[in-house]
């Protein structure tokens, strides 16, 4: 078994136009921002209200959500500066910071804590510890939302065996690529009481979705080149090109895509008299 070291978002959100196609095409496959539960505890209509999205990257979601949200206030976090400087709604600021080195905020600031696509960025114990960090800062009775994306599909042979190849590799880097099945009972490990669960897949052939995601994974291809050529024994950009032009076919013809979103409360019990 090999070890390759990789760091980045299933989306890298070095380019602002796949960032904002990768959230609205979640924002549509979901039916909204944020799970039908989440909405029935977060009062988003109220000017003390604050919500917290660890992992920014260029502010997608976060943006999209003060948009819609004017009197919340709503914080972005990214260990990078992607996010935008001049332009951006008047309830909304963002803080460069690593989330593994925890949370520069106080113990239950935060109404929701938001947390998408770490599954590849954190190994196992930074993603424990940043649970850790969300239930510290969510106040009491407060929601975490989590959406991940399943690492391994279906599909043919070449489908497969790449999914395998990932599996190794993040094994080897201390990932679990079935996190995303896992989201609730992550939750209620590091303290939170599962609310609501959603999985959404839809085969790549035919769904309303199925080209802004396949143009999501040709992106984030591009971004994981050096683990496909190690894997595949790949040594030119045009090896690489017929490779990813096969997988990109495959993923469309054979394959599905699964989604998983999941929300936990952090229910705190009364006082006794």
């Known amino acids: 078994m090999f070890l390759i070291h990789w760091h980045f978002r299933w989306l890298t959100d070095t380019m602002y136009t796949p960032c904002y196609q990768n959230q609205f095409a979640l924002k549509a496959l979901f039916g909204g921002n944020y799970l039908e539960e989440v909405g029935k505890h977060i009062d988003f209509e109220s000017t003390h209200t604050k919500v917290l999205d660890i992992g920014c990257g260029a502010g997608g ?3 999209d959500m003060a948009t819609e949200h004017p009197a919340t206030h709503f914080i972005g976090l ?3 500066s992607l996010f935008p400087q001049c332009i951006r709604p008047a309830n909304v600021s963002f803080v460069q910071h690593d989330a593994t ?4 905020y106080e113990d239950n600031t935060f109404d929701l804590v938001h947390m998408r696509m770490f ?3 954190f190994n196992k114990y930074q993603y424990a510890e940043c649970m850790k960090e969300a239930f510290r800062v969510t106040k009491p009775n407060g929601i975490v939302q989590l959406l991940e994306v399943e690492m391994v599909d279906d599909g043919d042979q070449l489908v497969k065996d790449f999914g395998v190849a990932v599996e190794r590799i993040m094994a080897a880097n201390d990932q679990d690529a079935m996190i995303a099945q896992k989201l609730s009972t992550i939750m209620s490990t590091y303290g939170f ?3 609501q669960e959603v999985r959404k897949s839809f085969r790549l052939n035919n769904h309303p979705l199925a080209s802004e995601f396949l143009y999501i994974f040709d992106i984030s291809l ?3 080149k050096r683990i496909v050529f190690a894997v595949y024994g790949l040594s030119t950009e045009d090896e690489y090109k017929r490779w990813k ?3 990109l ?6 394959s599905t895509s699964t989604w998983w979103c999941a929300a936990g409360q952090k229910v705190v019990a009364a006082a006794a008299n």
């Not at 080195?101 to 520069?104: H, S």
């Not at 076919?249 to 054979?254: A, F, G, L, P």
């Open 193 to 195: 009481t599962p609310i």
């Open 61 to 63: 979601w976060v943006m």
């Open 101 to 104: 080195l925890g949370l520069p």
């Open 119 to 121: 599954l590849i960025a």
């Open 78 to 80: 990214d260990k990078v």
């Open 222 to 224: 591009d971004t994981v």
């Open 249 to 254: 076919e495959s993923r469309k013809n054979t």
């Open 245 to 247: 032009r096969k997988w």
